[in-house]
C-alpha cells in the first residue's frame, strides 16, 4: 500500500515522503497512529499544492533578503558610544545596539541573532560587520563608531 508520511519516523522516512509499506503495517500501525495517510489523487494533490506553495515562500523570502541586501549595501551606520581617552569605549558595541541603530536610523528591521560581530567592538573606528539574511543571502554593513 502506497502510504503519504504526516511525521518524520526513523528508519522508515521523513515527513511528505511517499513510500511503499506493507499493507499489515500501514493499516495496522501507520494509519490509525495517524503518522500517514493513505496515497490516494486527492492527498498526492494535496501535498503537491504544499510544495508549491512551499517554494513560492521561499523564492519571496530570499527575494526579499537579496533586496535587503542591496539596501544595506550603501549604509554608512554611525554609531555614537561614549568613549575614553586613546579611542576605547566604554562597553562595547553589540549587535543588539546595531539592530536597534539600523531600525532607528533606516527603518530597516534585522533580527540581532543574524547579525554577525565577531569580538565585541570596543574601539572607534570603522568596520564591516556581515549580516545572514537568507541560506546563501550575506550582506556587508559599513559601521562607524563615533565619539558622543
Known sequence: MKVILLENIKGVGKKDDILQASDGYARNYLL?????????????????????????????????????????????????????????????????????NLKEQYKIEIDKKKIEVKDQIKTLGSFNVNIKLYEGVIATLKLQVISE
Open 32 to 100: 490509525p497512529k495517524k503518522l500517514a495517510v493513505e496515497a490516494n489523487a486527492e492527498n498526492i494533490s494535496k501535498l503537491n499544492n504544499k510544495k508549491d506553495a512551499n517554494a513560492y515562500k521561499k523564492d519571496v523570502e530570499k527575494q526579499e533578503a537579496m533586496d535587503t541586501a542591496q539596501r544595506l549595501k550603501g549604509i554608512l551606520l554611525k554609531i555614537k558610544v561614549k568613549a575614553g581617552e586613546n579611542g576605547k569605549i566604554f562597553g562595547g558595541v553589540t549587535s543588539k545596539e546595531i539592530a536597534e
